[in-house]
């Protein structure tokens, strides 16, 4: 099917995580992550996020949040993070469903949360009509897509610990949030104060599997049973540590998210020439334009794509570029705007 | 890795599920299973327990059995078992966690449930101190390695039935159960009234992948909620789908499930040739024989595998074969016993 | 202790509610519900909400919230409210924990919820992945002591049971609400379409004990196994049976809420008279009144109170009446006004 | 009504416990706990139970027992408890619900558990795939009318211990075990190393409340987040502390659970005097005795009671002796026997 601008769900998986795959595929190992694949793939995560990292492989990202979140949460407890968060908005209640626990959602301006976002929430503390904020969750590149720099974290992650909170990060597009910051993952993750991260392989090029990093080790002492119990763990594990090993432990992420950024921008700076204001700046993978409503449906018979909100006759629409998104995907939609929207 | 008989979670995957993997890598394709390998996956699902079924691809066994269960479970119900049953003993307490109801255990002769196991628990319908009995779980294969026969199901099902329960099946070995009774799927399904099925993927040749079959359509009306709240909901779902496509579309899944049961009788065979008594006949892919506790490291130091249960100086130990087990794996540790345990 | 204006909670009982108890302390009764007394304690609620509701005792408001709740949600479902909620600030959670599902959060002008309100939530019915809105829930009172007319409970009703979702009443003040519109309590419960309803007991005059109220009967058959699987079926049912008989079956009721209503207001227009604003109009027995921060411990030397919201140097304060006010409390409290605030 | 035999929860409540609550009925005093009924209540508790722990009132009896479980666990472990427990059997999977845990049951001979039975379960320590050991459970009384010993508490405070579990006790009949025991209550839970206790209120004389007891104190700090989100935190409390400082902070407790178990065993004297044998022997306030079944009917007019088990023509039943049993009562009931079972 062609490629699109809908979400990088779409795209399929790079070779590099195909082939890592088919080497897995010889003879028998210890199902349940004891096996070599499994190590590699730890072994790789770890070279982002540090040595002393605890890294466990489960199936997805919803998968990963919750179960990360669960760890550290008890019955009362409440996880705060922004209300265009893809745990309070995107994953049908299974934050509440697995954990037990509010997710205590803050408006923000722009789809990232600030400590001014956090602290009038703090009064709670101690007073038991009310959940106790344990965790603050943000994601990393945010649903709007915007990137928190590493002091940004920082700042959340000092407020999180002085009131004795957890800082858990959302990092579906982690790899998105590097490039665009041109740092190291963990400038903006250990190094940052993040306590616990969803570490994203699927939108980054592999078929499936996240995984979930305890960074502040001494966390995650029960979270293979929270794994197993939560039901992501998986059988053949194998097959998801060959992949993160093959993209995360060489410089494939680092292309795959590159690629994705630089389209999102040729796409940002040739729709701007094209007359469409963007809705706010573009910094990774993910462009919000506003287009005329009645545009819609001819650039999206070009290449399909999402609304995020509606704004008079116009429709502000998110255009997310992936790791195989090529520059003639690119082209063929900016040729057809000014003829869509009637532009310039 | 050489090849165990510890789990058909140590195998592989067979060529065709890697091959439908590598074809389903084309472009991009709607996420979470609006696309066509999905729709194939379905269909090739549905050829084994009939066009009406309600097919639900989740990623692993634990995932498939807690969400088909949960979508008939209300607060106060339980899911009567067998107390050898993979949901009470090996998942950690997913099914509690994930359907907050209790599994209900009824100890058994043989891994089987009967009827008779199940009536004595019936006079707590109605009564509100009581967890109500909505669900009756086997696998298929047990636990044990025995084979449910199509009149047996059926009993368990009119008996369900009869009392405002449903028949609930885990199938992690259902292909092998297939092959043992010579008999289509359907026919121990479908048509011998199960109402909600995991069908296995995962130990019959594929990376990863179940099914949730609702036999009885009606019940299934909001399980996309549930898969997706259960945190079961694949992003890139094509992959699944097109295993099961490969799989199960075509030959594949019964030339797996023959061969692991022909090795398996071959084992059972030459076992009981040695000397070795097998503590139940075999009837699938899984051989519980009984060996000398003396003798086990010498048998696993060729061919791991794990031990079931203590009886006096001996155990009774699991052998497990899988699609990818061969004769000469087989003939191997065969060869190994005499001396390992002083046999003939 | 001094009577206060902090809570209607901080009140005692009514003499009629411990006098019934007292004759319903009369030899042996069925624990559970099945007594003379709960039958007199259910005819009495009925008598308020219609003979065919059906009508469950709990012991307290969160509980009855919670399992009211839980008996029309399933997984990846979620309740509609507003923020300042008692079932989203003050149940610690409860519901989450309770139901599994999102207490979803619309914020409000006035703490009352309107269909404008929960319009732009409906287009998440039918999408995997958002929860679905299935119960939409007021209170009232509201939690800014505001009273809902019938014909606005009415266009919510219309509203949720047109989106298939039912509409849920918190009526901890229920009384004090059929005060301040001077209506039968069912002309805004039953007969403007509520299906749901907390019916207080313990704020106007009772110990302890609530009903849960299903005014569309056919949604309650799974209640009795939900109360009692969330801790909240009393065995010796019969003291809040005999409760309820006493206070609602008679005109106790009207007589405790009315009072307090009425010190309300004379507190009120007392405040008002010494030169304090109301923050909003007062409705029922709570009044929100916006007086000099640095008054605060002087006035609350006399009676005691709990602010409500910060207002530059002023704070917006929360004065409840009890059943038990007496002018004399009023009195002595509007008296230190003038001494505390510097006012008329 | 009259007095029968079915249940101590069919009884009402001591006059000491009504004049607590129409005493404790005076003015205002602070919601929630904070009040000086509520102070004298744990008083009278610790002054059983020791002045370190931490103790909390809530509703009733599965109320005490899934939020004193749920404090101490976590996702994946399980309770260890009796298979005829009340938790397991007779709480409409309350705890299951409430707590996301297994309660695994082990069989027993006679209701009581055993460090031997529990043994064989610690070999799922460390394994991610079986629930793991977290707490044992213990009914004092049991189920089965057993009483233990405080040397067999401590022996499984003891195993519990060795091996990272905590020891929970259901003491719903708490005070009937300390009169059998002829021991003070602290004997054979605070000094037999038992670390949470459910301090039984209502079967012993008052109207509703139970105390959840946390002798190991460094393992309660989260509990009252625990009970407000478990909807256990009574909002007029002082209802339930002015009772357990009538009846714990005296001597009533001591009477009334002298006298239940006095009548007791005068029943169970006189039953078999008139040729009715005992199931097993009577400890406490319950006897099971074996009845022809035809007989049944005639007795239960006399005075209702339960059956426990069916043995051939013959049924176990269950008669319990409440604090209000008189010695009339009794005879009655033992007059009736010879005519009902055409014995002696």
Chains 1, 2, 3, 4 share one sequence.
Not at 12 to 22: D, F, N, V, Y
Not at 134 to 139: G, H, M, R, T, Y
Not at 215 to 238: N, V
Not at 311 to 337: H, M
Request: net charge negative.
């Amino acid at each position: 099917m062609a490629r699109t601008f809908a979400s990088d769900n779409n795209s399929g998986a790079h070779p590099a995580a195909l082939i890592a795959i088919t080497e897995a595929n010889d003879g028998h190992v210890h199902a349940y992550g004891d096996d070599p694949w499994t190590v590699r793939g730890v072994r790789a995560v770890r070279s982002h996020v540090g040595e002393d990292a605890d890294v466990f492989f489960v199936f997805n990202g919803t998968g990963a949040n919750c179960t990360g979140l669960s760890e550290v949460l008890r019955p009362g407890d409440c996880v705060v993070t922004a209300s265009t968060a893809h745990i309070a908005t995107d994953e049908c209640g299974a934050p509440e469903r697995l954990t037990g626990c509010k997710v205590l959602t803050v408006p923000t301006a722009d789809g990232k949360l600030r400590p001014a976002d956090i602290e009038p929430l703090l009064g709670a503390i101690g007073v038991e009509h009310h959940t106790q904020p344990k965790v603050v969750s943000i994601s990393q590149v945010t649903e709007t897509g915007k990137v928190y720099g590493a002091k940004q974290v920082r700042a959340l992650a000092d407020l999180a610990h002085a009131n004795g909170m957890y800082l858990h990060m959302d990092g579906a597009r982690l790899a998105n949030a590097a490039v665009a910051l041109d740092l190291p993952i963990r400038a903006f993750t250990t190094d940052a104060g993040v306590d616990i991260l969803s570490f994203g392989g699927t939108k980054n090029g592999m078929l499936f599997g996240e995984a979930v990093c305890f960074l502040t080790p001494e966390i995650s002492d029960r979270f293979k049973y929270e794994r197993k119990s939560g039901g992501q763990l998986a059988s053949k594990m194998r097959y998801i540590g060959a992949q993160f090993a093959a993209v995360y432990g060489s410089s494939v992420w680092h292309e795959c998210a590159a690629s994705a950024n630089e389209k999102a921008a040729r796409l940002a700076v040739g729709a701007q020439a094209a007359g469409v204001e963007l809705a706010w700046p573009a910094q990774a993978n993910e462009i919000f334009a506003i287009v005329p409503t009645a545009s819609m449906p001819a650039l999206q018979a070009v290449a399909d794509f999402y609304d995020w909100e509606a704004r008079g006759a116009n429709t502000v629409v998110r255009w997310v570029c992936s790791w195989d998104t090529t520059d003639e995907d690119v082209d063929r939609f900016l040729a057809a705007i000014p003829v869509a929207t009637g532009g310039k």
